[in-house]
């Protein structure tokens, strides 16, 4: 039967901005995804450099592949398509902004055995501010998820607050600097929650919502797939990710599309100037003037 959440879920994600719904995948349902998973990353080794499907660890190389993350699955894989419009999923996200959802974006991030890449803290709302904040991303576990092996950590209550500096030199980062002096006036990052849980779970966090995640130095890996949904009536500021009926009509994963924004006042900073270094997260967070989470490759320098 599909997993919906109580009201008490619907009550705590509103006040802290994010909640974790349990058992949204199970059985067969779970083995396939992990299955259609495995088959894209096995098709990684032989691939050279980023792609539109594939981003790509620094350490990976085709001999020795090292897939980062899977970019926009929804558009490449009809598998992936049909999981992101599964009224399994979609019909909680409705729960939280309403009946009318658009998919705006979707990836997985990958976080391998041993050397999966950190996030460093942001806000979803700063790559992609909409007229109303009815925006959240879903994130399906594949696998258990502890303390160890890099779980989403998450600022509670963050979403109400200011949308912070995610800029470096005059560009857009991607992320907060760990100095920044708003966010340290706001934020103290040793309250994060770690939001873990059993493989088919499926966290949920608020486009405002500051959080990242470690490094995975445990012994066993992390996938999440992670979904962007706007209510129908939330538009994106910084524009289309792609032709319009497509976006406007194809995207609508519930319910109809509106011409009629609804706009709230929600503190907006613009991704402008463009990152220097764009394709990913990942690669955009490399502008950033300095680092709160370890990486791989500064773990093997300092031994
Ligand atoms: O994979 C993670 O732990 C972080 C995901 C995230 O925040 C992102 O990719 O924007």
């Given at each position: 039967m599909a997993v919906k959440l109580t009201q008490d879920e619907i009550d705590f994600y509103h006040e802290n901005g994010y909640v974790v719904a349990r058992g949204v995948y199970t059985g067969e349902k779970l083995e396939q995804l992990r299955r259609e998973t495995d088959a894209i990353i096995a098709k990684a080794a032989g691939v050279s450099e980023h792609n539109e499907v594939y981003d790509l660890e620094d350490s990976h190389s085709p001999s020795n592949p090292r897939v980062r993350r899977l970019k926009e699955p929804y558009r490449h894989f009809d598998y992936f398509d049909q999981v992101a419009r599964d009224p399994d999923v979609v019909d909680i996200v409705a729960q939280l902004v309403g009946s009318d959802v658009r998919l705006y974006g979707g990836k997985m991030n990958l976080k391998s055995a041993g050397y999966g890449a950190p996030v460093e803290w942001h806000q979803d709302w700063a790559f992609y501010p909409h007229t109303n904040d009815d925006v959240l991303a879903t994130g399906l576990l594949l696998d258990d998820c502890d303390e160890m092996n890099g779980p989403l950590m998450v600022m509670p209550g963050s979403h109400k607050g200011p949308t912070y500096d995610h800029h470096a030199d005059g560009y857009f980062c991607g992320a907060m600097a760990p100095d920044d002096t708003e966010a340290a006036s706001n934020l103290d990052y040793s309250k994060a929650v770690k939001l873990t849980g059993k493989a088919g779970d499926m966290t949920i966090h608020h486009v405002r919502l500051v959080h990242g995640s470690a490094m995975n130095t445990s012994n066993r890996q992390r996938r999440l797939l992670l979904h962007e949904y706007a209510a129908g009536d939330a538009w994106p500021l910084v524009g289309l990710k792609g032709d319009f009926d497509h976006c406007f009509?194809?995207?609508?994963?519930k319910g109809t599309p509106t011409n009629q924004p609804r706009t709230v006042a929600a503190p907006v900073r613009l991704p402008y100037p463009a990152a220097l270094s764009g394709g990913s997260i990942y690669e955009n967070q490399k502008g950033t003037g300095g680092r709160f989470f370890d990486t791989f490759e500064q773990k093997q320098a300092s031994g």
């Open positions: 009509y194809d995207l609508m994963v």
